[in-house]
């Protein structure tokens, strides 16, 4: 999508520190009007100075042969000297005297070309040496206020000290479109990054702009120093749609990027942990009231998260049952939708963790890294990554135990395994403390007040300026997102979750449902023996038809009809369910019959000709299925049509990008289709 220019902001941070000026005029011109824009700030002292002078000659047109007068200005000369020693009070001494100086003097020369006449005696040479070295006199002060024995000294004591930050000196300025970084050196001993972080409503204030668009980091090394970073438009008003899988068919380890950041950069986390990184496998809270988007949020997460080729997904919603996850059940490997199957899909979850890891154990796996989800060195299956997902928690918690993911969240990480919980308000009435603070990761929108906001983000988040009681429910998918991997710099900088419409998430689970993960053996042997049926006899949702496919397509299944997975558990006489030991022995073989093999019908020799033309034809029918990408894989799916080896089909791949009907795209494997008619030109 194109996005239409945004209105630029312009910072200027002058020549003072201590001073920010917010200018949302860009200036433009010449060279002339650049200098005289650059001069504006030291020509007050010159004009007055001009001023006097010029009124001097009506002055002594009137009063010059008037006794009164002269008393009378003597008096006023005075009286302005001492008003200005009396107002320069709450002043520096240096600037209360340099005042005073400037006032007695001029007075002092005004009073007396008035009464004697600007042009007598030595007043002209006074007047020119006089006033110049006073002008000039202001404005060496106003260059020198650069220093910090000059900082937040300005006419109006500058933005800073209004704020309460007065001596705090503005070290560096960034200025990028809508956004200008501030480096401040506060006074040691004197200010912290915390007296800072309380100024910034009053801050935002002074600038005009949202109570959110002004934030602070600390400097992690020097409590001294501070960054303060200024956003005056909102660039998210519009929001952004879903742009397609961000890794598609790749491992769920890659980041999976669920919106973006007010200057355009992409939203991001990452579940499954990296040692290299120095991150966790994250567990994470995802809060909002509601109408604040956070469902919606959610099913953008979960619609990348089944593009990837190494992930399970097991979810539930014993609220809302389908109206939240219902465009996603046929992707996702177990759903449960009520409060007994979401029982026990937690026992299950509690079951497999120990399953999990000494799987790892045994290869040799510290964690979960994508290599686990290939095929091992004895040919035993990989585990792929399980995502438990509990959309509307609040009941799930109310109705099993307010600790029932308390454990899990401590143990799963190392099991490959991340939990995500999702509700309104992760308050101490409906999730136990020991929970929230085992999950680690927060994604939060807009909240009813800062209360609610202390329940997901972190102090620093919220010390920096992270607000999402600004928002409330009126600004749907605006967030904040604190997880591992995620720099303490982003903490505070307010996100959007991309918009996604249900045509994107049915596209996707159709588009990758050939390299989708199945649950593994073990995981599924585990949840079996602790779930029982609920596991085993899960219904499994079929896959959306083809658009435009009026017999409902390649799938044999009726709408929502579902399909139970190949488990089976064998009864006993009492009708309970009895569970098979799969390391138990098979019972000798009584019989053997013997099949006959196959028929095979013999290969039709192609051409090199033939089976180029075999190739073209199969591109042109994946680009009139709507696929926009393609790979060698898609082709040796189609194989038996021109019986060539992978390493021929890749150089036939090579000659399209070479001819332009293919382009690279950023993932290896996979190109993007040109239309003939574009290739062609």
Not at 487 to 512: C, H, K, M, Q, S
Not at 658 to 678: C, F, M, N, S, W
Request: proline share 8%; with cysteine.
């Amino acid at each position: 999508m194109r996005r239409q220019p945004q209105p630029v902001a312009h910072f200027d941070t002058g020549q003072q520190a201590g001073y920010l000026h917010l200018d949302p005029n860009q200036h433009a011109g010449g060279v002339g009007e650049y200098l005289l824009h650059r001069m504006k700030p030291y020509l007050p002292p010159w004009i007055v100075a001009a001023g006097t002078g010029i009124l001097s000659l009506p002055a002594h047109a009137m009063w010059g042969e008037s006794a009164a007068a002269a008393v009378g200005l003597t008096l006023a000369s005075l009286g302005l000297t001492a008003a200005t020693w009396w107002a320069g009070k709450p002043t520096s001494q240096q600037r209360r005297l340099h005042s005073a100086i400037t006032v007695a003097a001029g007075t002092s020369w005004f009073t007396a070309a008035a009464l004697a006449g600007p042009v007598s005696g030595p007043l002209p040479g006074l007047y020119l040496i006089g006033g110049s070295a006073l002008a000039t006199t202001w404005n060496i002060r106003q260059l020198l206020r650069v220093n910090p024995e000059g900082a937040g000294e300005g006419a109006d004591k500058g933005l800073l000290e209004k704020v309460g930050l007065a001596k705090t000196m503005v070290t560096s300025a960034t200025v990028q479109p809508n956004k200008a970084t501030f480096g401040l050196q506060l006074p040691g001993g004197e200010l912290t990054p915390d007296d800072v972080s309380k100024a910034l409503p009053r801050l935002a204030g002074a600038l005009k702009v949202a109570k959110n668009a002004v934030r602070m980091t600390p400097d992690a090394d020097d409590s001294s120093r501070a960054v303060l970073t200024v956003v005056p438009n909102d660039l998210l008003k519009a929001g952004a749609p879903y742009p397609g899988p961000s890794y598609p068919g790749g491992s769920i380890a890659d980041p999976v990027h669920v919106g973006i950041y007010e200057d355009g950069a992409d939203m991001a986390m990452f579940f499954p942990g990296d040692p290299g990184a120095g991150r966790n496998a994250m567990h994470l809270l995802i809060m909002g009231m509601t109408g604040s988007g956070k469902s919606e949020g959610g099913l953008t997460a979960l619609t990348e998260v089944i593009t990837r080729r190494d992930v399970i997904v097991w979810a539930s919603d014993p609220a809302k049952a389908e109206q939240t996850l219902g465009p996603l059940l046929p992707a996702i490997d177990w759903a449960a939708l009520d409060i007994k199957s979401t029982k026990a899909m937690v026992n299950a979850l509690k079951a497999v963790i120990p399953a999990r890891t000494s799987w790892l154990a045994k290869y040799g796996y510290k964690q979960w890294e994508p290599a686990c989800a290939e095929v091992q060195a004895d040919g035993s299956p990989g585990m792929p990554y399980l995502l438990y997902w509990s959309e509307e928690s609040a009941k799930t918690l109310r109705e099993i135990d307010e600790d029932a993911f308390t454990g899990p969240a401590q143990e799963a990480r190392s099991a490959g395994i991340s939990i995500v919980i999702s509700l309104q308000r992760a308050s101490g009435n409906q999730m136990s403390t020991d929970t929230r603070a085992s999950l680690g990761s927060s994604w939060v929108f807009g909240l009813r007040d800062d209360r609610d906001a202390m329940f997901a983000l972190p102090d620093e988040a919220m010390d920096a300026g992270a607000s999402p009681q600004a928002w409330k429910d009126k600004r749907p998918g605006y967030s904040y997102l604190t997880a591992n991997g995620i720099p303490e710099t982003f903490w505070a900088t307010p996100g959007r979750a991309y918009l996604t419409p249900v045509d994107a998430i049915t596209r996707n689970i159709a588009e990758f449902a050939h390299l989708r993960a199945e649950c593994d053996p073990v995981t599924a042997a585990a949840a079996a023996k602790a779930a029982g049926t609920a596991f085993t006899q899960r219904t499994r949702y079929p896959l959306p038809a083809p658009m435009g496919d009026e017999d409902g397509g390649i799938y044999e299944q009726e709408e929502n009809t579902p399909v139970s997975y190949d488990y089976d558990l064998t009864a006993d006489e009492d009708g309970e369910d009895e569970w098979i030991d799969p390391d138990a022995e098979l019972p000798p073989v009584e019989t053997v019959v013997e099949i006959a093999p196959p028929e095979i019908p013999p290969r039709t020799k192609l051409s090199q000709d033939e089976a180029r033309q075999a190739m073209a034809e199969i591109l042109a029918e994946f680009e009139a299925a709507g696929c926009t990408e393609i790979g060698p894989v898609d082709f040796m799916e189609h194989c038996d049509r021109f019986h060539r080896s992978r390493q021929w089909v890749s150089g036939q791949v090579s000659e399209m990008v070479i001819k332009g009907r293919l382009r690279e795209t950023d993932t290896a494997g996979r190109y993007e289709i040109v239309p003939l008619q574009q290739a062609a030109a």
